[in-house]
């Protein structure tokens, strides 16, 4: 299941929120707009959309929008709920044979998890089954990284861009050296495009690809464990053994959570 993340707009929001009264307590509304220029706008933004056009190919591009959107988004998969769910599965394998669990796949939504327990129901060894699915991870790691680098690159080349538009206002004022009374706005004027590039990059581009690398981190640690279960339900593993072995990827933190989840569902239907 997947629920929005608030975590990535609350945090962009802050930030420009901090900035905004910054420069509010020292320069009030007048300094606000002090700090808008569009010629240092149109320096970074454009300067950074043709470094992208240059570094990447078009079909990368496109998933450009996907992958942003893809940071304000989070998946709510309970691994308590997938443990249990791995022993429900062997309990019932070996009861009533592994072909018994081909039914219940209609009722699971992850397509990971699906694949692989039909290819244990199809007599696929478990050798076969880990590299298959193994080879499913690392084609899902490299199409996450071809999104992600796009934010990566974006994050490098502002702060450069912002540097390029100051160089250019550092000259155009060095031109207009004869008149003394333009130095300083035009020197404040040429410093907005670097800062410009740094909020950008690290206030957006840099933080984003971050968390897009911990959600794939996280993902393929998820699916580490399908693959430990899919295997233990086609051998035929004891439902006890099985969460044991499970259970060996949880920190002590997450094990206690597992444990509070599965008292509160025990009750749960004690009382139904």
Known sequence: MRKRDILTPIGITLGFIMIMLAILSKGGTEGVTSFLDIASIFVVIGGLAASLLINFKMDQLKLT???????????????????????????????????????EMDEVDDPFIRK?????????EPEVINDI???EITAMEERHYKGRV????????APAWGMIGTLVGLVLML?????????????AVALLTTLYGTVMANL???PMANKLAAKTEEEMFVKQIIIEGVIGVQSG??????????????????????????????????EA
Do not use: C
């Open 204 to 206: 957006v581009f840099i």
């Open 133 to 135: 699915m193994n080879a």
């Open 65 to 103: 929008g996907k992958v942003i959107k893809e940071a304000f988004n989070q998946n709510d998969q309970r691994i308590g709920e997938l443990i249990r769910m791995f022993i429900r599965l062997a309990d019932r394998a070996r009861r009533e044979g592994i072909l018994a669990l081909e039914n």
């Open 175 to 187: 031109n207009s050296l004869t008149d003394p009374a333009t130095l300083g706005p035009n020197m």
């Open 116 to 124: 692989g327990v039909l290819l244990a129901v199809d007599g696929i």
């Open 150 to 157: 796009i934010l990566e690159k974006a994050g490098e080349y």
């Open 237 to 270: 593993q004891n439902p006890r053994i099985l969460e044991e072995k499970l259970s060996a990827f949880l920190s002590d933190d997450m094990k206690e959570e597992t444990e509070e989840e599965a008292d509160f569902a025990g009750e749960s239907v004690n």
